[in-house]
């Protein structure tokens, strides 16, 4: 009983068709799984997340030294109230128009700032003083 079956999978030699056919049904599968589950992505997406990514990194970064800007006003209690009394489509023209969300140096608004700003500013519960603001920034 010790014997190898020689009908078994030990005789068995695949045919080069065989043998091809199994790689290229194991490459697709693999693809397949590398694009859905394993992260993979093409050069052509992978440009669109990071000039997305740049994007969202520079209105964050102007967003902050809006919030400093607008805090660090003589008048930013009643700005705040102002605020909060317009709706969610005119609080980023309000920010623009106060100046808050621009930077010497640049000549037009980066996109998105205005609106991160705004939505910073708004959760805000209370103004801090101006000196917690000087050192958060």
């Not at 993979?40 to 967003?63: C, K």
């Not at 920010?95 to 010497?104: F, S």
């Amino acid at each position: 009983m010790s014997e190898t079956n020689e009908n078994g999978w030990s005789a068995y030699r695949p045919t080069k068709t065989v043998w091809f056919w199994s790689t290229v049904g194991a490459s697709i599968l693999t693809m397949i799984v590398g694009f859905t589950w394993g992260g993979w992505t093409t050069a052509g997406r992978a440009e669109l997340m990071s000039n997305r990514a740049v994007q969202l990194a520079r209105a964050e970064l102007i967003s902050d030294i809006c919030v400093h800007n607008f805090v660090s006003t003589v008048d930013a209690a009643e700005n705040l109230k102002e605020l909060k009394s317009k709706s969610s489509w005119e609080q980023d023209d309000f920010i623009e128009n106060g100046g808050w969300a621009m930077v010497a140096g640049l000549s037009q608004p980066v996109p998105d700032a205005a609106d991160t700003c705004a939505d910073a500013l708004v959760k805000l519960e209370e103004l801090p003083s101006a000196a917690e603001a000087e050192t958060s920034s």
